[in-house]
């Protein structure tokens, strides 16, 4: 079993940033690939980043390219999603998601946490 707990989300002005933090617990949850999804209400939870494999790429939705950043603390079992130049349609609730290193699903997700931006 993995936990997830995501942490930093808050109001924020457009053009500000802000960084989330997801940190994944458990007896296995080092071989998870770690990932960070959005949602708005009435709409599919989208895929915003992922990480790949210890060299730490980063592959991310046309949406946020060139402003988010994922990066991964392999020590601390941490993924962080830094956020730059926010703009309103980033509002959403972030989640935090591990997939499954035997299956490539999505087996666990965090609770969530709440990103708005104002214009």
């Known amino acids: 079993q993995v936990q997830l707990v995501e942490s930093g989300g808050g109001l924020v002005q457009a053009g500000g940033s802000l960084r989330l933090s997801c940190a994944a617990s458990g007896r296995t949850a080092s071989s998870y690939g770690l990932e960070w999804f959005r949602q708005t209400p009435g709409k599919k939870r989208e895929f915003v980043a992922t990480?790949?494999?210890?060299?730490?790429?980063?592959y991310y939705a046309d949406s946020v390219k060139g402003r988010f950043t994922i990066s991964r603390d392999y020590a601390e079992n941490t993924v962080f999603l830094q956020m730059n130049s926010l703009k309103p349609e980033d509002t959403a609730v972030y989640y935090c998601?591990?997939?499954?290193?035997?299956?490539?699903?999505?087996?666990?997700w965090g609770q969530g946490t709440q990103v708005t931006v104002s214009s």
């Open positions: 998601a591990a997939r499954s290193p035997v299956n490539n699903g999505i087996e666990h």
């Open positions: 990480i790949s494999g210890r060299g730490g790429t980063g």
